[in-house]
């Protein structure tokens, strides 16, 4: 709900007209569109290189450096083989900043979207961070496209789990 005094960012605006939907960032995990809610702090990372870490849970990549502090690095896609490659360069989305931060395999680079939500979405798609998407968004420009809002306290939580718990 956008402060009191600020205008929606989609609906109906003072004069009863609709609104231009705001400008927002988009980014697909593992084949899932996925938007993060406003205010996350976010950074993209075009080849970052990734570094393994021995005995890691399945979905735990490894650690990238960013600004000197090590961040790990998780992968949403669905899981081909439990055999990560020693060491590898992923485009990957810093979520958070800090002790806080982690990261996440993207399939592409961020891409922006003006998103609508979606009045009966039906349901979130199969995929092992379901739990962590609300809801569903549309961008008028691509219609067919459906872009989950995304908790990333969730999907950390999950994505750091043992495998067999999704």
Do not use: K
Request: proline residues 14%; negative net charge; hydrophobic residues 45%.
């Amino acid at each position: 709900m956008p402060p009191e005094g600020a205008a929606p960012s989609a609906g109906a605006d003072a004069a009863g007209g609709p609104t231009q939907p705001r400008l927002r960032f988009g980014v697909s995990l593992g084949g899932v569109n996925v938007l993060l809610p406003a205010g996350v702090i976010t950074e993209f990372v075009a080849q970052a290189p990734v570094f393994p870490v021995p005995r890691a849970p399945t979905r735990l990549l490894g650690l990238m450096q960013v600004r000197g502090h090590p961040v790990p690095v998780f992968d949403a896609a669905p899981l081909a083989s439990d055999d990560w490659p020693a060491l590898g360069r992923r485009d990957v989305l810093l979520i958070g900043t800090g002790a806080e931060a982690g990261a996440v395999a993207v399939d592409a680079p961020p891409r922006a979207i003006s998103p609508l939500p979606v009045a009966a979405p039906g349901e979130a798609p199969e995929c092992c961070f379901g739990d962590a998407l609300t809801d569903a968004h549309v961008d008028p420009a691509e219609p067919d496209l459906t872009w989950w809002l995304l908790a990333p306290q969730r999907l950390f939580q999950i994505l750091s789990g043992p495998a067999d718990a999704r």
